[in-house]
């Protein structure tokens, strides 16, 4: 009894960490709604929530980061980024990474100027399309929020079916 209620707290606690990390950078959003959603499914001995769901939730996780770099890098596009902004912009965000919050928001928009500053645009072009990656990557962390709640949508009709 004292384990079921300890695996509920902790489910909780780790999704509500979840959800927030699905806006703030700084914390690994999607693994830890997930483990959270496992600890949910133990708790009541993968009676209600098996395999198969969790299998799913863990591909909606695994999604979640693949919305958020790709939005950037249409965002990026929409606002006619070249070639080398592209690319500019995604290193740019995987180097943005490792420095935390600032670091995410700012590596891909200095990454798409320093691609489109390389390609000879002009500064207003390549501050135009620094911009466009940031709008890209908020649409990111908007389409990362959609999935997490998915996920627990997901997990409540199993659990009650």
């Not at 830890?32 to 959603?37: H, I, K, M, P, R």
């Not at 496992?38 to 863990?58: P, Q």
């Not at 390549?126 to 627990?152: D, E, F, P, S």
């Amino acid at each position: 009894m004292e384990q079921v209620i300890v695996l509920w707290i902790l489910a909780f606690v780790l999704c509500l960490s979840g959800l927030a990390g699905m806006v703030l950078p700084a914390l690994p959003g999607a693994p830890l709604l997930f483990a959270g959603l496992v600890c949910a499914a133990w708790a009541e001995g993968f009676t209600y929530v098996g395999l198969w769901t969790l299998l799913a939730l863990g591909v909606l996780a695994a999604l979640s980061y693949l919305v958020e770099f790709v939005a950037s890098l249409v965002g990026a596009k929409r606002f006619g980024a070249s070639r080398k902004a592209l690319v500019g912009a995604a290193v740019g965000g995987l180097l943005g990474l490792m420095l935390g919050l600032p670091g995410i928001v700012l590596g891909p928009f200095i990454g798409a100027v320093v691609g489109e500053l390389l390609e000879l645009r002009s500064l207003g072009q390549a501050g135009r399309v620094g911009l466009g990656t940031v709008v890209g990557l908020a649409v990111g962390v908007a389409g990362k929020l959609a999935i997490g709640i998915a996920m627990i949508g997901i997990f409540l009709v199993v659990r009650l079916l």
